[in-house]
């Protein structure tokens, strides 16, 4: 009889890969019913993780879980499956292809017997060996009551890194991800440089913090930067009511200007002063 809480007598595996290929995998785990979204989002993160060299573990269930199994396959990488029934068994049916090709290709695991039918108790013990195989889980698209949030929570009581990809505030298939990120027990992700980061060793996998593109002003001492803020774009302007704007003196002001007219980002007519095409950008 499986032992929930309790660490499995052994293993059943079929499949040509072996048990200590699992250092360092991911899983990738979430609703059954997902959306066009949720099943994009963790095929993306799974291949990305599989490129990596990384095995990626799930349930072969409908969903977030077919995705992930198919996006580490589509990106040429290795994917484990654990089931909550015999390794001998396809479920769910519909699936048979994938798991037979999982157990030429990969690896099918169950800590129950050969021949034995998934049951709601052994779904809950598969959950907690999806948790302890990996070195973090990413849950997406999980309901409020979303089995995988099982699995995040055995993550977690495990020590193991837990993830979680957000969705639409308005999807109730992505409500019980949110409430993980909002209550700090997981961290959001969006890709699988992200997840890799998490789970990689201390300096390794560092995703580059996102900017905008560089414009010309960047680059500006902040005085100038200041003045240029101040510099009307289509009606000219005075330099004393570009030093009134700046909130500077007038000398400062004439001097940030003269150089501001040399980088080509401001020019002097009739009007006065005003932004060139340069700085618009």
């Not at 979204?37 to 095929?43: D, K, M, N, P, R």
């Not at 519909?94 to 690896?107: K, M, N, P, Q, T």
């Not at 414009?215 to 009606?235: C, F, K, T, W, Y």
Request: glycine share 12%; aromatic share 2%.
């Amino acid at each position: 009889m499986v032992k929930v809480g309790r660490a499995p007598l052994g293993l059943w595996v079929r499949g040509p890969r072996r048990l200590d290929e699992l250092g360092g995998a991911v899983a990738v785990v979430g609703s059954r019913s997902a959306t066009t979204y949720g099943g994009e989002v963790s095929a993306e993160i799974a291949a990305g993780v599989a490129r990596s060299g990384r095995v990626v573990v799930s349930g072969a269930a409908f969903g977030i879980d077919q995705a992930a199994h198919r996006g580490a396959l589509a990106a040429g990488g290795v994917t484990f499956a654990v089931l909550a029934c015999g390794v001998d068994r396809a479920y769910p049916a519909a699936h048979s292809a994938l798991l037979d090709h999982l157990v030429h290709e990969g690896a099918v695991i169950s800590e129950v017997a050969p021949g034995r039918a998934p049951t709601r108790l052994r779904f809950l013990a598969r959950n907690r060996l999806i948790a302890a195989m990996t070195r973090g889980t990413v849950v997406v698209e999980a309901a409020s009551r979303s089995g995988s949030l099982n699995t995040a929570n055995w993550a977690g009581r495990l020590n193991r890194a837990v993830m979680g990809v957000p969705g639409p505030v308005t999807s109730a298939q992505s409500q019980g991800v949110h409430h993980l990120i909002r209550t700090g027990a997981a961290t959001l992700v969006t890709s699988g440089a992200e997840v890799l980061e998490m789970v990689g060793e201390a300096g390794t996998h560092l995703v580059d913090v996102p900017r905008g593109g560089e414009r010309v002003r960047d680059g500006l001492p902040r005085r100038h930067q200041q003045v240029l803020e101040a510099v009307p774009v289509s009606v000219g302007a005075r330099a004393d009511a570009v030093a009134r704007t700046a909130g500077l003196g007038i000398v400062e002001v004439r001097s940030s200007l003269d150089s501001l007219e040399r980088r080509g980002l401001v020019r002097l007519d009739e009007d006065g002063w005003r932004l060139a095409a340069a700085a618009q950008q």
